[in-house]
């Protein structure tokens, strides 16, 4: 007995298998294969595959790395002078020179969490999904396009700002300890 309803349960299980299978092959628009890579499997407007970052409008604020739950963006900035601070997306000021803004696609995990507090929206999630290689190094994405010359630059300029603010400074105090004390009032402020 349990011989034959063995047998009997295993064709029974093979053809519903092959009927949903079938089922699935002749379902329109339903893709079955593709001519990878000429072809590509299309994907949802709200897809949330590899991080892109338009440089152009990136303030440098950190909110996007600090809203990373595996931190993967790397961002390091310093101030700009006020001779150099810029206006993007018409109120958002670019107050930071931002050394270094990297993300490390292969410890992201496509939360998307990082694009939401971007003031300037440069942070976004794009369609590409395939992005393979054969270092996982080279999933770090670099978009800073300052050249270490320029940082070099700015970073004198800012040193040298500092040093004459701390010399403004030095003198004020001193200016103000050789100021002489006011009399005292020899009626206790009585009159």
């Known amino acids: 007995m349990g011989y034959f309803s063995d047998i009997v349960r295993g064709v029974k299980t093979t053809l ?42 990136c303030i440098g604020c950190n909110q996007c790395a600090n809203a990373c739950p595996v931190s993967c963006i790397e961002i390091v900035s310093f ?42 929206e440069c942070l976004t999630m794009t369609k590409v999904y395939d992005y393979s290689a054969y270092d996982f190094r080279d999933h770090i994405y670099q978009f800073s396009n300052h050249t270490p010359e320029q940082i070099a630059e700015k970073k004198a300029e800012l040193e040298a700002w500092n040093a004459e603010q701390a010399a403004k400074k030095a003198a004020a105090a001193a200016a103000a300890a050789a100021k002489p004390a006011p009399p005292a009032d020899p009626a206790g402020g009585k009159a």
């Open 16 to 57: 519903i298998g092959l009927g949903l299978t079938a089922k699935e092959m002749v379902q329109p628009g339903h893709i079955v294969t593709i001519e990878y890579p000429k072809k590509s499997i299309p994907v949802p407007d709200t897809g949330r595959y590899r991080l892109h970052n338009h440089f152009d409008d």
């Open 79 to 120: 101030k700009r002078l006020d001779k150099d601070v810029e206006t993007v997306k018409e109120t958002q000021k670019k107050r930071l020179w931002v050394e270094k803004f990297d993300i490390d696609m292969s410890k992201c995990m496509f939360c998307g969490l990082c694009t939401w507090p971007c003031p300037t």
